[in-house]
């Protein structure tokens, strides 16, 4: 059973020791993240190239997987419906595969128009809240998101060399902070 999901307070205050007795190497899987990312922002359009290959291996299977679900189908009906989802994931994971900066373009329009819908919504909710919520900084977080999305749209189809690795690369640095500073936190006291 894993201690962390545990319910009992002994066991989870277990886990903690065990944590505080390694929180070198949780530092050390922070400060690994961290150059990392630093890489990845080094040569952001390698990290693209690489993050798009990452997508399309994962496509590849989940696509395994679905076959795998096909075959445990009790009707014809299901069967040929989870195998044609099969199909789908095999094929676009090949074609992600086989041309990655055709699939980077089409991802990175496809964040960009994301990332102007979820700015909108977080708008039209901020302004539905209730009187004494803090709608204002969900107003502005909707509205950096769209001018997020407006700027990876603009540059289009240009931006799709450099988005998704500069999206990477960030997300490894603050993924490498916040591992190095927990583990930090876990020290024991001296």
């Not at 096909?70 to 069967?79: E, I, L, Y």
């Amino acid at each position: 059973m894993n201690p962390i999901m545990s319910n009992s307070p002994l066991e989870v205050i277990s886990a903690i020791h065990t944590l505080r007795k390694n929180w070198g190497w949780v530092v050390a899987l922070g400060v690994f993240f961290i150059v990392a990312g630093c890489i990845a922002l080094g040569s952001v359009i390698l990290s693209t190239v690489v993050t798009v290959y990452y997508i399309g291996f994962l496509m590849l299977v989940a696509g395994v997987f679905e076959l795998v679900a096909a075959f445990q189908m009790k009707t014809w009906s299901r069967f040929f419906l989870w195998l044609l989802l099969a199909a789908l994931y095999a094929v676009a994971g090949v074609l992600t595969i086989s041309n990655p900066l055709l699939a980077a373009s089409v991802l990175t329009l496809w964040l960009g128009a994301a990332l102007i819908a979820t700015g909108i919504m977080r708008i039209v909710v901020a302004f539905q809240l209730q009187e004494g919520a803090p709608w204002g900084w969900l107003a502005f977080s909707g509205v950096i998101t769209i001018l997020l999305g407006g700027v990876i749209l603009f540059q289009w189809p240009v931006s799709s060399l450099y988005v998704l690795g500069v999206f990477l690369g960030v997300d490894l640095v603050f993924a490498g902070v916040s591992w190095t500073m927990f583990g930090l936190a876990l020290r024991e006291p001296v």
